[in-house]
């Protein structure tokens, strides 16, 4: 399988709360991150959590990680019409740093 | 202001015809890397440069080159670019190393179509 897997799309409505999930297979990842990508645009850097962390909070974003089970999930509060994009998931592994990201997830935010 | 600076934003060109697309940092890092963008693929990793002169192969590397002179400029080159490399790419810049949070830092992007 692929070494960062998420599902490919989410629906919510506004206001609602969305939960995007993410799964990995290094267990020597030392850094997890979110990244957002607006149409058009480069991919911009939303949070991250350090790998001996389980949940780290940032206004709307939640970042919640299972060590255990390689899982990684963000969650976003009160989802506005304005966090429609591709939320792409992301491993730094190894010893000098290489990025490995998921497949990405487009969520759709609808009124 | 921190950025990756990537030129052109937007390219069309026929198969085989040799093309550049260059890329520069001005935060000094040290790791630079080149991904494509494919629906459904997520970005995958072309080449990188962990410094100057230092370059490796990527997940995807066959069709491309690279080359490391200077430490702000990490140039993707297409040698002889054929339909299959019709993609969006980012050229990405951090710090290596994983004894400190390194974040990547991207370009604006490349969307390149080749007929």
């Known amino acids: 399988g692929e070494d960062v897997e998420q599902s490919l799309f989410l629906s919510v409505r506004e206001g609602d709360s969305s939960v995007i999930n993410c799964t990995y297979t290094?267990?020597?990842?030392?850094?997890l991150y979110w990244y957002k990508q607006e149409p058009g645009a480069g991919l911009q850097l939303l949070t991250y959590?350090?790998?001996?962390?389980d949940m780290k909070q940032d206004q709307r974003l939640t970042v919640l990680l299972n060590k255990k089970d390689k899982h990684l999930s963000l969650r976003i509060a009160d989802t506005q019409t304005g966090d429609s994009a591709i939320y792409f998931c992301?491993?730094?592994?190894?010893?000098?740093?290489?990025?490995?990201f998921g497949a990405g997830t487009q969520v759709v935010v609808t009124p | 202001e921190a950025q990756v600076t990537q030129n052109p934003r937007y390219l069309i060109t026929v198969t085989g015809k040799k093309l550049t697309v260059t890329c520069s940092q001005n935060?000094?890092?040290?790791?630079m890397s080149w991904y494509r963008q494919d629906p459904g693929l997520g970005l995958r990793q072309i080449y990188y440069?962990?410094?100057?002169?230092?370059?490796d192969k990527g997940d995807v590397p066959e069709g491309y080159k690279v080359s490391r002179k200077e430490k702000r400029n990490f140039p993707l080159i297409l040698e002889s670019p054929s339909p299959n490399q019709t993609s969006l790419y980012f050229c990405?810049?951090?710090?290596?190393?994983?004894?400190?949070?390194?974040?990547?830092?991207f370009g604006q992007g490349t969307r390149l179509t080749v007929v």
């Open positions: 990405a810049s951090s710090w290596t190393g994983t004894a400190m949070n390194t974040e990547a830092f």
């Open positions: 290094d267990s020597s990842s030392t850094y």
């Open positions: 959590i350090f790998s001996n962390m």
């Open positions: 992301a491993a730094l592994t190894g010893s000098w740093g290489k990025f490995q």
């Open positions: 935060m000094n890092h040290e790791y």
């Open positions: 440069s962990m410094n100057v002169e230092v370059t």
